[in-house]
């Protein structure tokens, strides 16, 4: 299994463009997220999703837009990107499926993205 | 809505000293519990969970937690810091109904030799 992964690791923007980041997951999860990352601010949901064809937004989903159409990718999408969204970017899933104990209810995280927005 | 407190933002520690960290949530339903851990320049790895049973969790690398539902507390400890244990510590939480983790803002932990 590769776990999560994310793509890609570091990318530079000019105010205003577009741009996707991808994740992906091998572990048929049906819970998968997009976190962001800032100094002093921990860890902030963008969006999130529970299966195939359902998204919802989290608490920072403003200039943020997803789609879930397999079970294993959920990208999330800048669609014209600003200074304030220089960040890590993070991926997630989980699975209610497996008991605790093996793994169940519990985040796997991706190794990140860096975008810097100028 | 939820909400998860960590009262120490950056903590220094000697190698050797007893580390303990705060956290505190706000939420009136069952939830499952985490200390998750971000070693410089890598992604977060689970730390140690609560799910119910024993309140006093113990994780990886000699870290242990107590959950006091009165306190709606999950403090992390250890009894002996090391300096690979520098790393910035998050507590979060989720609502057992829902998959939504809540983190907290984050420890920076910094252990001198």
């Known amino acids: 299994n590769a776990g999560v992964t994310q793509t890609p690791k570091f990318q530079v923007l000019k105010t205003g463009q577009s741009m996707t980041l991808q994740c992906a997951q091998d572990m048929n999860h049906e819970y998968m997220s997009w976190y962001r990352q800032d100094p002093g601010m921990g860890l902030r949901l963008i969006h999130y999703s529970v299966g195939a064809g359902i998204t919802d937004q989290g608490e920072v989903p403003n200039g943020y837009n997803v789609s879930r159409s397999t079970t294993e990718d959920f990208p999330l999408r800048l669609l014209s990107a600003a200074p304030s969204q220089t960040s890590v970017y993070f991926c997630a899933s989980s699975s209610k499926r497996a008991p605790p104990a093996l793994g169940g209810e519990t985040q796997y995280f991706g190794p990140g993205t860096r975008l810097l927005v100028l | 809505a939820q909400s998860v407190s960590q009262h120490n933002h950056h903590v220094i520690l000697s190698e050797a000293a007893s580390l303990e960290l705060g956290c505190n949530y706000s939420y009136g339903g069952t939830v499952n519990l985490f200390w998750y851990v971000q070693y410089p320049g890598q992604h977060l790895q689970l730390l140690l969970k609560y799910f119910s049973g024993d309140p006093l969790v113990k994780g990886i690398k000699g870290f242990e937690a107590e959950f006091i539902k009165s306190k709606f507390s999950f403090n992390l400890r250890k009894p002996s810091v090391q300096w690979s244990d520098t790393a910035e510590y998050f507590c979060?939480?989720?609502?057992?109904?829902?998959?939504?983790?809540?983190f907290g803002k984050g420890t920076s932990l910094l252990v001198t030799p």
């Open positions: 979060a939480v989720n609502a057992v109904s829902g998959y939504a983790l809540n």
